[in-house]
């Protein structure tokens, strides 16, 4: 069963940038989608961004031309580039398999984002 170690988070002032990463430990992580999703303290976890095996790429639209998803096979890890963060963009991100939803039951601890003057 696969297991995902989220990592990058901190504290950005608005409009500030971070890169998070996420590592997949267990076999075939090139063949299954992948998509970061975020928990904003006391709400439900949401999807932000996916990836397919082959590269294509999709967005919330609260996100869109902000946020960039990428992965690397080789190194079994997932990232996401965060550009012209927003007060709104915090919470606990977390990835997981999924092209625009969840496929596995084992999320990770997650990697908290604040985002404040």
């Known amino acids: 069963q696969a297991q995902f170690m989220e990592s990058g988070g901190g504290l950005m002032q608005p409009g500030g940038s971070l890169r998070l990463s996420c590592k997949a430990f267990?076999?075939?992580?090139?063949?299954?989608?992948m998509a970061w999703y975020r928990q904003i303290s006391g709400g439900q976890r949401e999807w932000v961004a996916g990836?397919?095996?082959?590269?294509?790429?999709i967005y919330s639209q609260s996100v869109k031309e902000r946020f960039f998803i990428s992965r690397d096979n080789t190194q079994n890890s997932l990232y996401l580039q965060m550009n012209n963060l927003k007060p709104e963009d915090t919470a606990v991100y977390y990835c997981?398999?999924?092209?625009?939803?969840?496929?596995?039951?084992?999320w990770g601890q997650g990697t908290a984002v604040t985002v404040s003057p």
């Open positions: 997981n398999r999924g092209y625009t939803a969840p496929t596995s039951h084992a």
């Open positions: 267990g076999s075939g992580f090139g063949v299954y989608p």
């Open positions: 990836i397919n095996s082959m590269g294509t790429t």
